[in-house]
């Protein structure tokens, strides 16, 4: 049992080399594949294991899984490490070819697909149908998933009043039975540019919603420019891959308002260093306390002091051996152990003046924890005070 908690506690040592290897060569490997196809989801799913496998596991397929992927998989200022799952790249990648269709580019492909099926504005309303190809069918559920990031811009408004999808109920001319011959040639323009209630102007009878929408509808013509669809989630109205992952990344969070994580990754520190504080804000870090409630260790009691339970904060923070080790470095006063969790304690510790110290000492806190929980070796106390000095020393040489 201890040579296993001795192997899953310094794993951790060598896991941000493993998430740089997933991020740049592991969840690249598809991309090719996932920007013509809709890749089915056991696929999607098999990806993803491989990944959270490849971070989390050693070459004997051993390993403990210390946080959650729907975490992980999140940007690192929403507190997630930037790892983005495979169907969530493969909409993106896909959304390239919906973007091309709806602008109608002038590109072959483009114009083979105008021929067989549709593009421009109706491809938002476009469905899959018994002879679809496999591009087309990957394009249209792409589509369905990022239809509602588009919307309509004004520009000359000669588009048809009922036959274009200007208005957010698609086009008009599908909600009526009968389009009256009087109204049937009518523009965006000429209906929205009227005065009074425009609705009733028409001949055409519509559904109250729809008149509604008309009466209160307040656009900004420009014959200089014509009317299109623009991607709304990107500052010049084009879609890219980036900005459809953070517009789904947005819509899944329901626009919640959610703490910024970025001050972790701004840190200029070792990799390791932020990786370790990155767990530890997550409450992660293989502790006792943790390992026991998945059942690896047998109790979740600190082995050091034998008072509490070997939790995140009290490993690093609260147990008398590692505030002897704190007291030494110099963090004496009151204010530093007055924290009541690990993140703030973390987040207003780094912006102090003794930034790199602290998280030096940390590391290695987190070491001689280990050495004396599983007496593989002691680390004697004028060696880790040198050993902490060494590292923050080094580091101010190396980003200062």
């Known amino acids: 049992m201890q040579t296993r908690l001795a192997s899953w506690k310094n794993k951790l040592l060598n896991r941000p080399g493993k998430l740089a290897l997933a991020s740049s060569v592991l969840s690249s490997i598809p991309t090719y594949y996932m920007q013509i196809n809709w890749l089915p989801q056991s696929l999607c799913e098999s990806i993803d294991q491989t990944t959270r496998n490849f971070i989390w596991k050693g070459a004997n397929d051993k390993g403990v899984h210390l946080v959650g992927w729907k975490k992980i998989a999140k940007p690192k200022h929403l507190g997630g490490l930037g790892i983005r799952t495979a169907r969530e790249a493969n909409t993106c990648l896909l959304g390239n070819l919906v973007w091309d269709l709806i602008q109608n580019n002038n590109k072959l492909w483009v114009n083979l697909f105008m021929n067989k099926y549709s593009a421009g504005p109706s491809l938002l309303h476009a469905s899959i149908t018994a002879s679809s190809s496999p591009t087309w069918s990957s394009i249209i559920r792409a589509k369905n998933v990022l239809k509602s990031g588009y919307s309509w811009r004004a520009g000359s408004g000669t588009s048809s009043f009922w036959f274009s999808s200007w208005s957010v109920f698609g086009p008009i001319g599908s909600l009526v039975p009968v389009i009256d011959i009087h109204d049937l040639h009518l523009t965006v323009k000429d209906v929205i540019t009227r005065s009074g209630k425009r609705s009733q102007l028409l001949y055409t009878s519509l559904p109250p919603a729809v008149s509604d929408f008309i009466n209160n509808s307040n656009l900004r013509f420009n014959d200089a420019v014509d009317d299109g669809f623009i991607w709304h989630h990107n500052q010049n109205g084009v879609y890219s891959t980036k900005s459809g992952y953070n517009w789904l990344l947005s819509f899944q969070e329901d626009h919640l308002v959610i703490l910024s994580w970025s001050w972790i990754w701004r840190q200029k520190l070792p990799k390791k260093f932020k990786f370790f504080i990155w767990l530890a804000c997550h409450n992660s870090i293989p502790t006792l306390s943790l390992l026991h409630h998945r059942n690896i260790a047998p109790s979740a009691t600190c082995t050091r002091c034998g008072d509490f339970d070997e939790t995140v904060f009290h490993?690093?923070?609260?147990?008398?051996?590692?505030?002897?080790?704190?007291?030494?470095?110099?963090?004496?006063?009151?204010?530093?152990?007055?924290?009541?969790?690990?993140?703030?304690?973390?987040?207003?510790?780094?912006?102090?003046?003794?930034?790199?110290?602290?998280?030096?000492?940390?590391?290695w806190v987190w070491r001689y924890c280990n050495s004396m929980c599983l007496n593989t070796k002691t680390i004697h106390h004028s060696r880790l005070m040198s050993q902490i000095h060494t590292a923050a020393e080094d580091i101010n040489r190396s980003y200062y």
């Open 315 to 363: 490993c690093i923070h609260d147990c008398r051996f590692s505030k002897h080790i704190w007291q030494h470095l110099g963090f004496s006063d009151s204010s530093f152990f007055l924290a009541d969790s690990v993140r703030n304690w973390i987040l207003d510790e780094l912006n102090g003046l003794r930034a790199i110290l602290l998280a030096a000492s940390m590391w």
